[in-house]
């Protein structure tokens, strides 16, 4: 047998004594106290965190039908045209064309000729395709080219081209009668 030696502090009368069948100490009532206050807290903190729940789905759904009907909103579909409104658009179209006819320029080109062997006898206008048709007479052949040349020169008129010609041999001096398409620029 081996020796025991005593260590300093502990001696060896002291007997250590375990009772595990004696009943407990109950814990203090203040903690019990604490321990429901918290469990009601937890309990009130997940109630309302479930309703903020509930609350942030229905503004996102909102918020989702408010950008569905901002997109519908900007791509709005035209109804298909009426022939009615289909035919009321080309009309306006039609006056609008008409109305940003150059006029003014237009007679000032093909009326400033400064040789005055061409007369003029009438302006034909097609707005849709920019153009213009000028019936004149001219002295003769030559001053019928040189009057094509002037407007084929013009700034504001291009493709002046002579569509038809005709020199009248029963009218004394033989005059040439003719016509000439020209497309203007458009500003």
Same mark, same amino acid.
Do not use: C, W
């Given at each position: 047998m081996i020796p025991r030696i005593p260590r300093p502090g502990l001696e060896l009368s002291q007997r250590l004594d375990l009772d595990f069948s004696r009943r407990r100490a109950l814990p203090p009532m203040g903690g019990v106290i604490l321990l429901c206050v918290a469990a009601v807290l937890v309990l009130a903190s997940g109630v309302r965190l479930w309703h903020v729940h509930a609350v942030n789905e229905r503004e996102e759904a909102q918020l989702d039908a408010i950008r569905q009907q901002a997109i519908a909103s900007r791509h709005v579909v035209?109804? *298909?045209?009426? *022939? +009615?409104?289909?035919? @009321?658009?080309?009309?306006s179209q039609s006056v609008l064309r008409e109305l940003t006819v150059p006029w003014q320029d237009l007679f000032s080109i093909v009326e400033d000729y *400064?040789?005055?062997?061409? @007369?003029?006898?009438?302006?034909?206008?097609? *707005?849709?395709?920019?153009?213009?048709?000028?019936? +004149?007479? +001219?002295?003769?052949?030559?001053?019928m080219i040189a009057y094509l040349k002037y407007l084929q020169g013009s700034v504001l008129l291009r493709e002046a081209v002579l569509n038809d010609h005709l020199i009248e041999t029963n009218v004394p001096g033989k005059p040439v009668r003719f016509q000439i398409t020209a497309v203007w620029r458009k500003s």
């Open positions: 035209k109804a *298909p045209l009426t *022939p +009615a409104a289909k035919l @009321a658009e080309k009309q *400064p040789d005055h062997d061409v @007369a003029l006898i009438g302006i034909d206008q097609n *707005p849709a395709q920019s153009q213009i048709r000028i019936t +004149a007479e +001219a002295k003769n052949f030559d001053a």
